[in-house]
């Protein structure tokens, strides 16, 4: 009898335990993991693969990561292949079915984006593009950014129905701080309207699109394609011919190509996080361009 009831006490425990726990989440990237954190909050665990400082083309995803994607209740992905020379191997490494497409645990955020820049399937991608589905930068435009967290609250509801009503209401309360602030930075960027600006990589193009800035060129020749003299020595004239104020670049990027751009283009050199954690001070996604407009506001003022 004493041993039964021991059973039974353990097996109380445990589901308790069970019952209790929180929802694990690994995300491609930290700010589609910030995005899970503002719906979550305390019922989710929510970890990300890339460093919020390099490249999320490439990432030095450490096998660390596959005992982590093992217990995951939800992975999202980003998609349109920016995740493909780092996370399907070590998805594949985990055999975790709960994460696998298809799943209720799996999640390809850009499922519900509108992307720019498809390639011309005629056109040849032997030099390397690393955006042959569109551009995966989406996330720079928070109304993407709005999209992708109410994809999230539906996945979250069907793992963890019981706390859906608390998913919703955070989803809720993100959507109204992030309209709000919409407005403010379309406000703050509204006497810039259709400022040329040349990016590194064509990182910007969705949050140009969102702020009405012009993007005219980028530094490389090609996405993922480092920049050449030839592409460099005809880019200088052409920014001083169209009139170019900024040069961004993301904080990963190296300093030297840029800085001689801008010298001989009077343009400022801006350097922008893409991710949250990217940079000290942007905690979360509103952050992120809380920080980044006033950086190129302040910039232009300056
Ligand atoms: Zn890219």
Redesign the pocket.
């Known amino acids: 009898m004493k041993i039964k009831l021991c059973l039974c006490t353990l097996a109380i425990i445990s589901w308790a335990s069970v019952a209790h726990a929180k929802v694990n989440i690994v995300a491609s990237t930290p700010e589609i993991g910030a995005l899970a954190q503002e719906i979550g909050k305390d019922k989710v665990e929510v970890l990300s693969i890339a460093k919020p400082t390099e ?3 490439f990432v030095d995803a450490k096998p660390g990561f596959i005992v982590k994607l093992n217990k995951a209740d939800m992975l999202i992905e980003a998609g349109m292949q ?1 995740e493909i020379g780092w996370l399907p191997n070590l998805v594949l490494s985990a055999r975790n079915p709960r994460i696998l497409v298809g799943k209720a645990g799996y999640l390809l955020a850009s499922n519900a984006i509108s992307p720019l820049e498809i390639p011309d399937p005629s056109m040849d991608r032997s030099m390397g593009d ?2 042959p589905m569109g ?3 989406y996330m720079l435009d928070p109304l993407n950014g709005k999209i992708v967290a109410t994809r999230i609250c539906e996945q979250l509801c069907q793992i963890d129905a019981a706390n859906g009503n608390y998913y919703k209401e955070n989803l809720v309360d993100f959507t109204k701080r992030l309209e709000t602030k919409l407005s403010e930075w379309q406000k703050m960027l509204e006497p810039f309207r259709g400022l040329k600006v040349v990016s590194y ?3 910007f193009s969705y949050f140009a699109k969102r702020f009405n800035l012009n993007v005219v060129g980028t530094l490389e020749p090609k ?2 394609i480092p920049p050449s003299p030839t592409h460099i020595n005809n880019l200088i004239p052409m920014m001083n011919n169209e009139g170019v104020k900024l040069v961004i670049i993301e904080p990963f990027r190296e300093r030297k190509t840029p800085e001689f751009v801008a010298s001989h283009t009077g343009a400022k050199l801006v350097i922008l996080p893409i991710m949250v954690w990217g940079i000290k001070g942007v905690d979360d996604y509103i952050a992120l361009f809380d920080y980044n407009i006033h950086q190129i506001v302040s910039a232009l003022r300056g």
């Open positions: 490249d999320p083309h920016l690393v955006h551009n995966p930068h990589h064509k990182t996405p993922g």
